[in-house]
Structure formats: C-alpha cells, structure tokens
C-alpha cells in the first residue's frame, strides 16, 4: 500500500512490494519541461537492487505524468532503491491522480 506525504514542494509516496521499494518525489509544473531536474537521495539502509538508470527514471515518470496532463519539473528518488521503472511510473500516476483530487496537499 503506499503511503503519502510531502517534503517541501515536493508530493512524495513510499511504495513497498515485498522485496521491491521505492521512493519518489515530485514537483509539478503547469507546463511542459523540457529536461526535469533529478534528485538522488542518499541510501536509506543496506540493500543493493542496483543502480538506478537516470534517463530510464525520467523516461518512466515523464511518460506517466503526460498520460494524465501533467508536466514533472523536479525528481527525488533514493540511491539505492529498486530500479523497476514500471513501479516509478505507476507511483508518478497515483501522484498525479492525487494532485488531480486535492489530496495532493494532504
């Protein structure tokens, strides 16, 4: 189940699939960006899924925010998390449909 939050002007969820996880944060812009900025936060604990393929990242995020008319400006993720592009996209939607809602503030 993810959980939900904010950190500055970022809308963030923490997703947690068995041995998957992820982190990832969001601001959002009302138009198109061109090359949104990326964020890696350091590790948080041991694991060690590999590395995170930055243009994979943006590709995955991007992509699912157009879907739902949004636009990403900046992107968080955690160094060490899982690099299942699938997973980020599918957290960027549930963002976007957060923000969508006005929950995105909550």
């Known amino acids: 189940m993810p959980q939900f939050g904010r950190k500055g002007d970022l809308v963030t969820v923490a997703y947690i699939t068995g041995p998957r996880h992820l982190w990832l944060g969001l601001k959002f812009s009302l138009k198109p960006v061109e090359k949104p900025t990326v964020v890696k936060q350091p590790p948080i604990g041991t694991c060690a899924h ?57």
């Open 50 to 106: 590999g590395p995170i393929d930055e243009r994979l990242l943006v590709e995955a995020v991007v992509a699912a925010c157009h879907e739902l008319g949004s636009h990403a400006e900046r992107i968080e993720s955690v160094e060490n998390d899982s690099p299942v592009y699938s997973l980020y996209a599918h957290c960027a939607r549930l963002l976007v449909e957060r923000a969508v809602k006005g929950e995105a503030s909550q």
